[in-house]
């Protein structure tokens, strides 16, 4: 059975950081592209930040110099974290595993930025 669990969410303050944890488990995890969305109330989910299984990594352009994305394979966990966050980024941020024929996702976890 595949998991992916995520955690670390919660309430900070704009400017404030938070570092969201994604665990797989059922999957052979390094043969997986990583990648994180998030989705606000009312809007369609998009994608935040990828990592190839070789570990490059790519950012949508509004979290560029803010968010890092990072991978262990030996703990099976992509991490991103998120520094200087704005009221703007306040959504639910869920992590997707790919690989060629194959997708999974985790429930989400509520990230939510005060002003």
């Known amino acids: 059975q595949v998991q992916l669990v995520e955690s670390g969410g919660g309430l900070v303050q704009a400017g404030g950081s938070l570092r969201l944890s994604c665990v797989a488990s059922?999957?052979?995890?390094?043969?997986?592209?990583i990648g994180w969305y998030r989705q606000a109330p009312g809007q369609q989910r998009d994608l935040v930040a990828i990592?190839?299984?070789?570990?490059?990594?790519n950012y949508t352009d509004s979290v560029k110099g803010r968010f890092t994305i990072s991978r262990d394979n030996a703990e099976n966990t992509v991490y991103l974290q998120m520094n200087s966050l704005k009221v703007e980024d306040t959504a639910v941020y869920s992590c997707?595993?790919?690989?060629?024929?194959?997708?999974?996702w985790g429930q989400g976890t509520q990230v939510t930025v005060s002003s």
């Open positions: 990592i190839s299984p070789g570990g490059y990594a």
């Open positions: 997707n595993a790919r690989s060629m024929a194959r997708s999974f």
């Open positions: 059922g999957i052979t995890f390094r043969f997986f592209a």
